[in-house]
């Protein structure tokens, strides 16, 4: 289920299932939207990203949709592992001005 | 394994004292930003560096001071900090400044956890 409040929103999937990650960006004039994640201790990792001209587009087992109507973007994560358990940011980029959205962890039930 | 490198990983200074941070990537990309992050928050742009010269400064307080001596260099010097600067502090950089960028793409490092006691 998801949860939000004082703390990191959070997801929590079965291990094989797929997950959903939401987020609304604020930007209209931003180039690209872009999705990170974040594991304890490191820095963010770039995962996918899609221009402001596109509406999905796919990598390996991850498929990212922007619906610039109501400004809203979602990771999709196919077939969730373990190791996928972490927290993702959404991110909006405009030339080189990059700003984080809020984020949320995604925990991987075995 | 991350192509930007951030030096110290840990630091624990003093409010009087002055210290840096540094960052390191040789892949090319001539723009470089410092972010700072608090816990279970999402990081904050605070400065951007495009072909070395600051192209965005998101109103920082001037105890922070950036600086990009070469293409390959950023730091961050500290001095005069206050508790409340504790955070992880992230260095990136990516392919193209200015202009309409072609990728989404920022490569971070790991980071430098700074306390400030």
């Known amino acids: 289920g998801e949860s939000v409040g004082l703390h990191l929103p959070t997801l929590s999937v079965q291990e094989g299932d797929n997950s959903i990650i939401n987020c609304a960006y604020s930007n209209s004039a931003s180039d690209y939207f872009i999705w990170y994640k974040q594991e304890s201790g490191k820095g963010p990792q770039f995962i996918i990203d899609i221009r402001s001209n596109m509406d999905k587009r796919q990598g390996q087992r991850v498929t990212v949709l922007l619906n610039k109507t109501v400004k809203h973007l979602s990771l999709q994560i196919a077939a969730t592992q373990p190791g996928d358990s972490a927290v993702y940011f959404c991110?909006?980029?405009?030339?080189?001005?990059?700003?984080f959205g809020a984020g949320t962890r995604l925990t991987v039930k075995p | 394994d991350t192509e930007v490198t951030q030096t110290p990983k840990h630091l624990v200074m003093g409010m009087t004292n002055k210290k840096s941070l540094k960052c390191e990537q040789h892949m090319g990309h001539r723009a470089m930003y410092w972010y700072k992050q608090k816990a279970k928050k999402p990081p904050e742009l605070m400065f951007v560096?495009?072909?070395?010269?600051?192209?965005i400064n998101e109103s920082v307080p001037s105890r922070f001071s950036p600086e990009c001596p070469n293409s390959s260099l950023l730091n961050l010097h500290l001095h005069a900090l206050q508790p409340e600067d504790s955070a992880l502090y992230l260095c990136a950089s990516s392919r193209a400044p200015g202009g309409r960028s072609n990728t989404g793409e920022l490569f971070f490092g790991e980071g430098s956890r700074l306390t400030v006691l």
């Open positions: 991110a909006e980029k405009e030339n080189n001005d990059m700003r």
């Open positions: 560096y495009s072909y070395e010269k600051l192209s």
